[in-house]
C-alpha cells in the first residue's frame, strides 16, 4: 500500500488528470440519432457501444482513424474500447449508451487548487470484522458513479465513534492486482458547505479495503476516505449509501471537498 502522502497526491494529480472527474464536460444519453454538446458529429444507437456520422472537416478520430461516414464506437463492456478523439483536445468513449466527453482545459481543472481533507491522525486506523455472503446483489439504490447496480460482498462490523456499525460492502474494481472492498458511507460531517463549514460531500464518501476473501479482520483506514467522482462533476449520478451505512456520529478523517487556491469549494 501506498503512503498516506503518496495517496493524497495521487488523488489530486488524478483528480485534474485529462481523464479526470473534473475534465468531464458531458455525459449525454444517446436514445435516437442526435448531436452531442460539445462535439461534432451525429451520435446514435449501436450494437456493442454506439455510431458516429462525421465528415472528415469534422475531426472526429476513432481509436486513431479520422471518421469519413460512419463508425462504431465500441463500448466500456467491449474488449478493446474504443477511444476517441475531438478537435481542440476534446476526448471521448462510450459507457452503456452514454458518450462521455472529457476537456482536459474546461474551467474545473483550471479553477482546481486540491482536494480539502481533515487533518490526518494515526487514530483513524481501526479495525472491523468482515463477513462476507453469497449471492446478494444489492438493491437498486447501490449504485456505483455510472449509476450501475453493485453486487453486494459482505458487511464489515465495526465501532464508529463509539457506535457499533455494520456496515454493506461492495465489490469494487481490482487496483494493482488486488481485489478490493468498497465502503459508501455518510456520517454526520456530510453536509452542504454552507449549512457547516467543516463538512465533507454531503452525498458521501467511499473507502477501499483489501478483500481477505473470507471471513477476517480489516484494516479501516478512514483518512483514506476518498470523494465519489459526482462531487467534482454533476456529470456524475452521486451513489446512495446503503441505509446502514448512514452513521449519525462524525468522521473527522479523509477527503472533505475538491476546492480553488481560495479555499472555496469547486462543486
Do not use: K
Amino acid at each position: 500500500m501506498t503512503s498516506l502522502e503518496e495517496h493524497v497526491a495521487d488523488r489530486d494529480r488524478w483528480a485534474r488528470g485529462p481523464r479526470g472527474p473534473l475534465a468531464l464536460v458531458t455525459a449525454q444519453a444517446v436514445e435516437q440519432p442526435q448531436p452531442v454538446w460539445p462535439v461534432p458529429g451525429r451520435w446514435a444507437p449501436a450494437p456493442g457501444g454506439l455510431s458516429v456520422t462525421a465528415e472528415a472537416t469534422d475531426g472526429v478520430v476513432v481509436d486513431g482513424v479520422p471518421v469519413d461516414g460512419t463508425e462504431l464506437v465500441a463500448g466500456h463492456t467491449a474488449v478493446v474500447p474504443s477511444l476517441v478523439a475531438f478537435p481542440g483536445g476534446l476526448a471521448g468513449s462510450v459507457h452503456g449508451t452514454t458518450l462521455r466527453v472529457w476537456d482536459p482545459a474546461s474551467d474545473a481543472v483550471a479553477r482546481f487548487d486540491h482536494i480539502a481533507r481533515f487533518p490526518a491522525d494515526p487514530t483513524h486506523v481501526t479495525t472491523g470484522r468482515y463477513t462476507p455472503v453469497d449471492g446478494l446483489e444489492a438493491r437498486g439504490s447501490v449504485r456505483d458513479a455510472a449509476g450501475d447496480p453493485l453486487l453486494v460482498a459482505g458487511t464489515v462490523s465495526a465501532v464508529i465513534g463509539g457506535v457499533a456499525a455494520h456496515l454493506l460492502a461492495v465489490q469494487a474494481a481490482v487496483h494493482r492486482g488486488t481485489p478490493r472492498l468498497q465502503l459508501i458511507v455518510q456520517d454526520a460531517t456530510s453536509a452542504l458547505p454552507e449549512d457547516d463549514p467543516g463538512s465533507s460531500h454531503s452525498m458521501g464518501r467511499f473507502l477501499f479495503l483489501d478483500d481477505p476473501g473470507t471471513e477476517a479482520e480489516v484494516a479501516l483506514d478512514w483518512d483514506r476516505l476518498v470523494l465519489p467522482p459526482c462531487a467534482f462533476s454533476y456529470q456524475y449520478a452521486c451513489p446512495i449509501p446503503p441505509e446502514q451505512n448512514r452513521l449519525t456520529v462524525p468522521i473527522r478523517a479523509g477527503e472533505r471537498h475538491p476546492v480553488d487556491a481560495s479555499g472555496a469549494v469547486l462543486h
